[in-house]
């Protein structure tokens, strides 16, 4: 049997990615963390460590609860999506939301559905100077997302059940962090919802996954009628009225329908 090559360090170590690869070990491996502690386990200034926490945020490798405590983020357990689909299905559509994000003047998103999770592919952002920025490769709990929202309810009831109804016997000290599953009655409030939407043809997300962010989302079907992702619109919440009662939703519906044609045989 080959023996395995020892695994040497770097001749030429970048500290702050070494820093935040880290920190992100520490997560995983400890599951609840403050500032303090990341700074003193890796020996750097509490400001620098709040700055490589934040990236890991903002990313969606941690996230933080109310006692400024972080824990790992959904990125942090995110599989591998099937690859050689979403190359394809992303290129496909790559035009079709630069033309959307010149049309409204919003950051337009490309989004996908694994599990629980939203997983944004790839981002075409406005031109405007007060924008929403780049999102690419951020993983968020797909019901807070409007991308997530909007693919969720393509489900039938008996599969949310399966991924958001609480067992009726499991008590809030049992659960682990991270479950987002909801107890009975804000089931049916989360299954309402999501009907809702699918009876309008989009979601929306207010400031539920930023503050200061809203964001619309519409399902994107291949030729079976099968909701393979979503394209979102997010916009600063300064501008959620006006988008809502003005033509955007028209405008992303519009643009998908031209997206489809293009991606109409594509199978995830």
């Not at 797909?142 to 008996?158: F, K, M, S, V």
């Not at 699918?198 to 291949?222: D, K, L, M, P, S």
């Amino acid at each position: 049997m080959q023996k395995k090559k020892t695994i040497e360090k770097p001749a030429y170590m970048l500290e702050s990615v070494d820093n935040a690869l880290r920190l992100l070990q520490i997560l995983r491996d400890v599951g609840a963390l403050r500032i303090k502690d990341a700074a003193e386990e890796l020996g750097i200034a509490p400001s620098t460590a709040h700055r490589l926490m934040a990236m890991l945020v903002y990313r969606g490798f941690a996230v933080q609860d109310e006692k400024r405590r972080y824990h790992p983020g959904a990125a942090m357990g995110a599989g591998p999506a099937q690859r050689g689909w979403t190359r394809e299905f992303n290129d496909l559509c790559r035009p079709h939301m630069e033309a959307l994000a010149i049309l409204c003047g919003e950051t337009v998103n490309l989004v996908i559905r694994v599990g629980t999770q939203a997983r944004f592919l790839s981002s075409a952002e406005s031109a405007g100077i007060l924008r929403v920025g780049d999102r690419q490769g951020q993983v968020l709990d797909a019901e807070l997302t409007a991308g997530g929202r909007i693919l969720l309810a393509e489900l039938p009831r008996d599969t949310l059940a399966q991924l958001y109804l609480r067992p009726a016997d499991l008590a809030d000290d049992e659960r682990e962090w991270g479950d987002r599953r909801l107890p009975a009655d804000e089931f049916e409030q989360f299954y309402r919802e999501l009907s809702a939407a699918r009876a309008v043809g989009f979601a929306v997300n207010v400031q539920q996954t930023e503050e200061g962010v809203a964001a619309f989302g519409v399902a994107i079907r291949n030729r079976a009628r099968t909701a393979v992702g979503a394209l979102t619109v997010a916009v600063p919440i300064t501008r959620f009225r006006q988008h809502s009662q003005g033509p955007l939703v028209s405008q992303i519906k519009n643009a998908i329908r031209e997206l489809e044609v293009d991606i109409a045989d594509l199978e995830p």
